[in-house]
């Protein structure tokens, strides 16, 4: 079946402060040296290939004392216009949120809602055309899905992550077709109820591979019709292109470091 791309409007950061200078995630070993003008070189391929792909990409100013700025999905999240801010689980990232509220004040977002419980934006929080699917267990807290409930006026259904390597949803799984609450996810980083819940939900998801999984191949944006997806989640490939949909392959190995890829790095800016 022909797939139908939408052109999209992401927010990213570029990782010219990245380093990892302390460990949040089990992937951050702060004895591992980073490349930083490889990072810095990964990250211009993704950008230019949301270009290539007609998307608009608007940039976050880095700042020196915020070396995970790079990982723009965690400042916010965005649903019909309306600004969901984030609150950081570990105080090395607090000031990210707010460097994401005064970019959304300085770019005409009015509807805008400074959160009270803790949410790691779009790190927690996937929108299909239904739901907004939210994950707890190591980030995000469970009251944050209320709270976001309330403000987007859409059922928040809450997923419970397991798996310390899957800290954040968007690692265990990713929204394919926005238009059609069609999703892939990695089950094992579910609990048994969440598990349940999604294959409730989503009877038709593609379900991946652990080994897939481990290279972090759910992290991954989709416009409806190309995937764009770490390139070492090999095989996710041809799933999708069953499916109808065009893989495009990036290398992110140095944001690997941090514990994120190409999702991590892209914020979606949803217009109303
Ligand atoms: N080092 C960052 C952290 O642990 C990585 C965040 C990755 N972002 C994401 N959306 N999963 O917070």
Redesign the pocket.
Known sequence: MPRDARSRRYLMCPPTHFEVTYS??PW?DPGKPVDLPLAMAQWEDLRDRYLALGHTVELLDPRPDLP?MV?A??GACVVDGRVLGARFAHRE?EAEAEAHLEWFRAHGFTEIHEPLHINEG??DFAVTSTYVLAGQGFRSSPLSHGEAQEFFGRPVIGLELVDPRYY?L??ALSVLDDDRDEIMYYPGAFSPGSRAVLARLFPDALLTSEEDAARLGL?AVSDGRHVVLPQAATGLFEPLRERGFEPVGVDLGELLK???SV??CTQELRAA
Request: net charge negative.
């Open positions: 949040i995630n951050m995970d990982y999905a965690n990232r779009e790190g954040h968007d690692t992290n941090g514990g994120g999702k991590c």
